[in-house]
């Protein structure tokens, strides 16, 4: 056989597979320098500001007003005169109309709101983009359905808004958040003052111009930013009928200290150390997979994150190894970043905490894995974190670290999986692996947590109801459990009665 020549090419292998950077642009972003309060539909002029910053790199965004207690009490004042002024007694069919039309613009404007979630608040430009966003406007456009089916959803309550609400909200999901707190309360009828956290004041006040865009009334929603100081002077104003507060479990604390007997309302959605339980007959690469996005998404600034991972012995080893393995492919970097897992930590307050922790967990005497990772010099970040060999005692097995860290621990049956999950003061979630549906249900009955996942984690839905139990807090968010908390109820006659 005649030999064929074959032409000697040298091909150009790249040596090098890494990604390419693919940043979102910030322009669709236009900031102001300075913001004051929203309040009546007006922008009032603060006294004292703040700059509040960009954690990836410590770049000033822009100064914000740091809310006084009269500051407060005008803002209550003018969502008690817009109470009164229509909006309680508005039908509900046409409130709905407002929701609708806020969920409308909030999807038009979707990119605009997300690039600045992942600037002030330092999460990957995907998470925002994908989750925070979308859930969002998905919670107006379910309350919105509620508006005028309130009698449906409670038949022979009669039920009527409670007034005024004081919404108080965290750093981890500005927006969302928001709109948890936002979305029901219009829907019943009430008016808001809400208080956006210090370090996360921007999508808040960029939805100020939502509410414009939408013409809700003026007074309807009042937006105050400011610190701990402002929220203290919120949950103390007279005026107020009902407070909703998400953040730790300390402050949860207080404010049910500090509203103990004066009649005013209350919910509160705190804390969790969630158990996600893995066991040995589940598909383990896709554990691995809800594991990593139980813990690592969002930077583990998550209430509801599978902080304590709970491994049937003798599947420890090969789980331990794949995971350890997943997370050599994480990448931590750009918030703005299209490629980026893992962003920027919130603030370097945040920061300091989960390496106190992360350094309390090495001194106990438990093994740590972080892979090789090369961080950005400026701004708040932290490796992607796994212990292996913790006892139960540990600090990192006990307190909220609210961080990308992961601790592992191990359990033979699943009456002793139970016991291990439910040891902990928290009770907000929870996620069982395993390819049995009978005990999937098994577990389900016996774990004390508002919510639990099974084969997945972390997700969520407007029509799912979201909240804890022991210090997680109480009240539920979502679905039309999430209406009670902002409807008071007048029981009428019975039927034919
Ligand atoms: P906080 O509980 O302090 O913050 C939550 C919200 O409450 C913020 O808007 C905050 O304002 C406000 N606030 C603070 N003090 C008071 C007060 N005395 N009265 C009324 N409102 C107040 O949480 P941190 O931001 O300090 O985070 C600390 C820890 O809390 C985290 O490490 C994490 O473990 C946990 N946490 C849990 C969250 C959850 O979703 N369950 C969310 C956030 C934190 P400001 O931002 O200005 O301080």
Known sequence: ?????????????????????????????????????????????????????????????AAVGQATAEDVDRAVAAARTAYADGWSSLPGSERAKFLFRIARILQERSREFAVLESLNGGKPIKESRDVDLPLAAAHFF????????LEFAFPNRRPRPVGVAGQIIPWNFPLLMLAWKVAPALACGNTVVLKPA????????????????????????????????????????????KIAFTGSTEVGKEIQRRLAGTGKRLTLELGGKAANIVFDDAALDQAVEGIVNGIYFNQGHVCCAGSRLFVQESIYEPLVAKLERRLTTLRVGDPLDKNTDVGAINSAAQLERIQELVASGVEEGAEIYQPPCVLPEKGYWFVPTVFTNVAQSYRIAQEEIFGPVLSVLTFRTPEEAVEKANNTPYGLSAGVWTEKGSRILWMAQRLRAGVVWANTFNRFDPSSPFGGYKESGFGREGGRHGLEPYLDFEESESFGG
Not at 2 to 24: M, T
Not at 33 to 54: F, H, K, N, Q, S
Not at 210 to 224: S, T, W
Request: include cysteine.
């Open 142 to 149: 379910y309350y919105a359905g509620w508006a005028d089916k």
């Open 1 to 61: 056989m005649a030999e064929i020549d074959k032409p000697q090419r040298e091909v150009d292998l790249p040596g090098d597979w890494a990604y390419a950077s693919a940043p979102e642009s910030r322009d669709i972003v236009h900031l102001r320098d300075r913001y004051g309060y929203y309040v009546g539909g007006e922008w009032l002029e603060p006294a004292e500001t703040y700059e509040t910053i960009a954690p990836r790199d410590e770049e000033p965004l």
């Open 198 to 241: 210090e370090t996360t004041p921007l999508t808040a006040l960029l939805f100020c111009d939502v509410l414009r865009q939408a013409e809700l009334p003026d007074g309807v929603v009042n937006i105050v930013t400011g610190d701990g100081r402002t929220g203290a002077a919120l949950v103390e104003s007279d005026d107020v009928d």
